[in-house]
């Protein structure tokens, strides 16, 4: 029961706060509890799909496929297919994460996986459709000829500015996940 509460004392705390809230002004209370309550649920309809794909990739694809097209020797086809994944993803941001892990302990290489959160988080395909649709084809292909560069520039800077000491115990962790 320790052991629980340590590890969800983030939780308990914030809930905590809410209630107090909700004692001191319960319509700004009530409203934080259910704009809470509705992050939760959108959480709840969104991790496990992402987490059932991720076994189907965990199983489906061998190791040594994902090092040969993602890993350290892969070049511009490791950059192209993480942006490609990214960008073909659905969900939100938090959804990469998970994925991401997946991708350490499958020896994808560190650049490719910031170029992957990178365009999960700005060049999805739906985002672009409804960008061309609001506010014109124009737009958004700027937009995505802007970020792709700078998605590349951001992960390449990010991998060397990173020591390899760190990089291993961020991979290491990922392996250690369960």
Do not use: C, H
Not at 53 to 71: A, F, R, S
Not at 134 to 144: D, P, Y
């Amino acid at each position: 029961m320790k052991k629980i509460i340590k590890r969800y004392r983030a939780f308990f705390i914030v809930f905590a706060m809410l209630l107090i809230l909700t004692f001191i002004n319960n319509d700004l209370g009530t409203r934080a509890l259910s704009i809470s309550a509705n992050q939760i649920k959108e959480m709840l309809l969104v991790i496990p799909p992402v987490f059932l794909l991720l076994g189907l990739l965990d199983v489906w694809v061998p190791k040594e496929t994902m090092i040969k097209y993602m890993g350290e020797g892969s070049g511009l086809k490791g950059i192209i297919l993480s942006i490609l994944i990214g960008s073909a993803a659905a969900g939100p941001l938090y959804g990469a994460f998970p994925v991401a892990a997946v991708f350490m302990k499958k020896g994808v290489k560190f650049m490719n996986i910031l170029i992957f959160i990178g365009a999960w988080s700005t060049t999805k395909i739906p985002m672009f459709l409804f960008e061309s649709a609001a506010l014109g084809s124009k737009f958004a292909i700027t937009r995505l000829l802007i970020d792709i560069p700078g998605i590349i520039i951001i992960a390449f800077i990010l991998s060397k500015m990173v020591s390899k000491q760190e990089v291993k115990v961020i991979y290491d962790t990922a392996e250690n996940l369960n």
